[in-house]
C-alpha cells in the first residue's frame, strides 16, 4: 500500500527557514510525481512545488519561487521542501501527496494526485 507521511513543520519567525520532508513507501515505481500542497486558515489548498521522483523535473508555483526548493532522495525515498526567507503568508497546513506523472512533466494540480499524507502545520510570526 502507498503511505505518505510528512514532517518537519513548526513555529519560525519571518525571514527564517524550515525543512519539510515526505517519507513514501509502498510504490511499484519511481515513475511518478510527488507534490507538496499547503492550506492556509479559511483558504482553498494549494499546489507549492512538485517534483517527478524519477528524473527530478520540478514545477514550483509563483508563489515560492526562488525561496523553497523541492528534491528528492531515492536512495531514502524522501521528497524534501526547504523553505527558506519564510513569511507570514506561508503560514499553512502543509501536505505532501503523489500521483501518475504528468504528460508533459510534474504539476501541482491537485485533484489528479491520489494519495495524500497527514498534513505538518507550518507557522510564520511576523
Known amino acids: 500500500d502507498v503511505q505518505l507521511q510528512a514532517s518537519g513543520g513548526g513555529l519560525v519567525q519571518a525571514g527564517g527557514s524550515l525543512r519539510l520532508s515526505c517519507a513514501a513507501s509502498?510504490?511499484?515505481?519511481?515513475?511518478?510525481?510527488i507534490g507538496w500542497f499547503r492550506q492556509a486558515p479559511g483558504k482553498e489548498r494549494k499546489g507549492v512545488s512538485c517534483?517527478?521522483?524519477?528524473?527530478?523535473?520540478?514545477y514550483d508555483d509563483a508563489s515560492v519561487k526562488g525561496r523553497f526548493a523541492i528534491s528528492r532522495d531515492k536512495v531514502k525515498n524522501i521528497v524534501y521542501l526547504q523553505m527558506n526567507s519564510l513569511k507570514p503568508e506561508d503560514t499553512a497546513v502543509y501536505y505532501c501527496?503523489?500521483?501518475?506523472?504528468?504528460?508533459?512533466?510534474?504539476?501541482?494540480?491537485?485533484?489528479?494526485?491520489?494519495?495524500w499524507g497527514k498534513g505538518t502545520l507550518v507557522t510564520v510570526s511576523s
Open positions: 509502498g510504490f511499484t515505481s519511481d515513475n511518478y510525481d
Open positions: 517534483i517527478n521522483f524519477n528524473d527530478g523535473n520540478k
Open positions: 501527496a503523489a500521483g501518475p506523472p504528468g504528460t508533459w512533466g510534474p504539476h501541482c494540480y491537485g485533484p489528479a494526485y491520489k494519495y
